[in-house]
């Protein structure tokens, strides 16, 4: 994990695509995240953020949300991102994720 999550170590658009697995929820605030997710993605350029919505804590650092894709996309409006897919996905007996597809405007 970063140790500011508020400020990414990386210039404005500095990458061609973000990919974020099982991280944002460790965020404490994840709409921060979102923010500087659109800052160092380069413009017209994609991302892709994967979060569990049904799952064990998992405390390998603070654990502190359950995203749906209503709220990936919500998100995606914190960061000037243009929100292509989101969906939910079953990915066990009692587990599932939320994922997103976005694109920077």
């Known amino acids: 994990l970063l140790e500011d999550e508020k400020r990414l170590p990386y210039s404005d658009g500095y990458f061609d695509a973000v ?3 099982s991280t944002l929820e460790h965020a404490r605030y994840p709409w921060i995240v979102m923010q500087e997710i659109g800052r160092v993605l380069k ?4 991302c892709c ?4 919505s049904m799952y064990p804590e998992h405390r390998i ?4 949300w ?4 209503d709220g990936l996309r919500v998100l995606a409006e914190y960061g000037n991102l243009r929100v292509i897919e989101a969906k939910k996905l079953k990915v066990g007996p009692s587990m599932e994720i939320s ?7």
């Open 99 to 105: 994922y997103l597809i976005a694109r920077k405007r």
């Open 49 to 52: 953020i994967v979060v569990p």
């Open 66 to 69: 359950r995203v749906y894709p």
């Open 19 to 21: 990919i974020s697995s």
């Open 43 to 46: 413009r017209r350029r994609w």
């Open 61 to 64: 650092a603070k654990d502190y």
